[in-house]
């Protein structure tokens, strides 16, 4: 089947789109049209299933994966391909996953070693033998890559057959137990000549030349240091206020605390050896349009424009990379039982567009830093030392006003520093540091002429109860605001519901005394009628 197509560039072209008529007929070959099939284009990367309909608009819309030059998740098989790629497509259709990699691997050398690397242990010259083992690793690297996973077989070499058995395992998470069963199944499947590796240890050994390395830097137990260059050689932490030892125990070389680096320095070169991506590494400057109005990309941001200024040289040249650091930490396995937690720092390069600078392949992860959030140090000095809050500024607001309408009294500052600090639990103030202040501002209260506000001001360096810091918004103080005037409202509504009871219920006793009265002159009139009717019956005898 004819793949040229695949390398058109303009997906208006007739050929293109004949080529994708004819993908689609050969994928439903052997499928009813409603069924969905992985997606093959620049996006969806066969990793989404879509409809019939979809993948034609895809391919058209946003092209198709160049480097899937085998469809065999469409219905191709592997024998099929091998028995007359070169001869059928003719020498533009060599492309395979070996010549990829082997590409690749040549574009790293480059990066690292520059032009004439793989010449290099034939040099005379020191300064080039300097890196004359990690050139050899690399060489020999280059060579499993062509070197066939076992004779006769071309689609595999020893290199790309480790390279997607690994990526099969992260992208579906196999255990590294049945990473091992399925190596000793291939290993009894396929010729004795195959180069399979035998564990997955193995496997990672094959790659590490690669350059993917982390470096395990030991760190103080409560994130007070790292024990590197003037820290390295130290058994305990160097801060005064913590002095926790290095080690689980004494004697021992097993650190309490690992912190794993991984270089940035290699990853940042390795985006300038693919021509396409160090060409878009400059797309904030030479591509991105810029609006006033309109912020399509963080060089269109007041921080980017602002930093240009203070750093004019480093501006000038758009290959100097701009980097974003995220953080959040996770229970890497997925219990909330269990209290083991995980920081990993990522770094995002900003140079790129904005459809690329936020896909995975561009996520570097920079450091895994174990351990919970607050290690028990800190929560034991916070403790000890701080006199910190025990409800927030928006929910004391509340406790206020509402102790302010059962009470009917008028709090002070102060007042609201002591409702700030009470303990949820025993009903007393926080810790030994929140009495020690409130006593003081107590006394500063009954012996000067300072009001509350300025008391707190002094002491506090803030006024308890009013929005303030970073976290403080403007939405926080009108929200803050709306809950007070719902309370005055709600106090007023309550007010004038009484006084509307009272008024009833002034009706309905004059009303009450009123039935009386009539109920009274009716028995009075009743006894009357009776008086006179006796008197009117004597009259008649």
């Known amino acids: 089947m004819d793949k040229t197509w695949m390398k058109i ?58 480097s899937y030059t085998r469809w065999i998740h469409h219905g191709e098989q592997f024998r099929h391909q091998n028995c007359g790629d070169s001869t059928k497509h003719g020498d533009g259709e060599e492309d395979s996953d070996t010549e990829d990699l082997n590409d690749m691997l040549h574009d790293i050398g480059t990066a690292q070693w520059g032009d004439n690397w793989a010449g290099r242990e034939e040099s005379t010259d020191d300064s080039l033998n300097a890196n004359h083992s990690d050139t050899n690793n690399f060489l020999k690297l280059l060579e499993d890559a062509k070197k066939e996973l076992y ?36 290993s009894h499947a396929l010729p004795p000549e195959a180069t399979v590796p035998k564990s997955f240890a193995d496997a990672k050994k094959l790659i590490r030349d690669l350059g993917f390395k982390s470096e395990k830097i030991h760190a103080c137990v409560n994130d007070c240091v790292l024990f590197c260059k003037e820290n390295e050689n130290f058994d305990t932490c160097p801060n005064l206020n913590c002095k926790e030892p290095r080690y689980k125990m004494a004697g021992s ?30 797309w904030h400057k030479e591509k991105c349009v810029h609006d006033d109005n309109i912020m399509r990309h963080p060089a269109d941001s007041e921080a980017w424009k602002h930093f240009d200024r203070l750093h004019p040289d480093f501006a ?86 509402e102790k302010k309408r059962k009470e009917d009294v008028e709090l002070s500052e ?24 409130l006593d003081k501002m107590r006394e500063l209260q009954a012996t000067t002429s300072m009001t509350s506000k300025e008391i707190c001001e002094q002491e506090l360096g803030y006024v308890p109860g009013h929005i303030r810091g970073r976290s403080a918004t403007k939405k926080q103080a009108a929200e803050v605001e709306r809950w007070r005037h719902e309370i005055e409202d709600s106090r007023k509504r309550a007010d004038e519901a009484e006084k509307r009871a009272a008024e009833v219920t002034q009706q309905f006793t004059a009303q009450q005394e009123l039935i009386k009265t009539l109920q009274q002159q009716q028995t009075e009139t009743r006894s009357l009628y009776d008086k006179l009717a006796n008197q009117l019956k004597d009259l008649r005898k």
């Not at 097993?254 to 400059?282: C, N, W």
């Not at 102060?414 to 540091?433: Q, T």
Request: aromatic share 12%; with cysteine; glycine share 4%.
């Open 316 to 401: 000038v040249d758009p290959r100097n990379v701009r980097l974003g650091l995220a953080t959040d930490g996770f229970n890497p396995f997925g219990t909330m039982s269990s209290a083991y937690s995980i920081w990993p720092i990522y770094l995002v390069p900003y140079n790129l567009p904005p459809w690329k600078c936020m896909r995975d392949p561009f996520f570097f992860l920079s450091m895994l830093i174990p351990g919970p959030k607050i290690s028990e140090r800190n929560k034991q000095n916070r403790a000890k030392n701080d006199c910190y809050t025990t409800v927030g500024t928006k929910s004391l607001a509340r406790v206020v006003e």
């Open 9 to 66: 560039s303009n997906r208006k072209d007739k050929a293109y789109e004949l080529g994708v008529k004819n993908f689609l007929k050969f994928a439903y070959s052997q499928k009813v049209d409603t069924q969905k099939i992985p997606c093959p284009c620049t996006q969806c990367n066969n990793f989404c299933n879509q409809t019939k309909t979809v993948v034609e608009d895809h391919l058209l819309t946003q092209g198709i994966r160049k």
């Open 151 to 186: 004779p006769g077989n071309h689609f595999y070499s020893k290199l790309s057959f480790v390279v997607t058995l690994l990526h099969l395992k992260t992208m579906s998470g196999w255990t590294i137990k049945s990473f091992n069963a399925l190596l000793e199944i291939f």
């Open 414 to 437: 102060i007042d609201m520093f002591e409702l700030s600090r009470k303990s949820k639990k025993s009903g007393g103030l926080v810790n030994d540091k929140a009495k020690e202040t």
């Open 253 to 282: 070389r097993v650190p309490r605390k690992v912190l794993r680096y991984f270089p940035l320095k290699p990853r940042l070169q390795r985006l300038y050896t693919h021509k396409e991506i160090a060409s878009d590494m400059r």
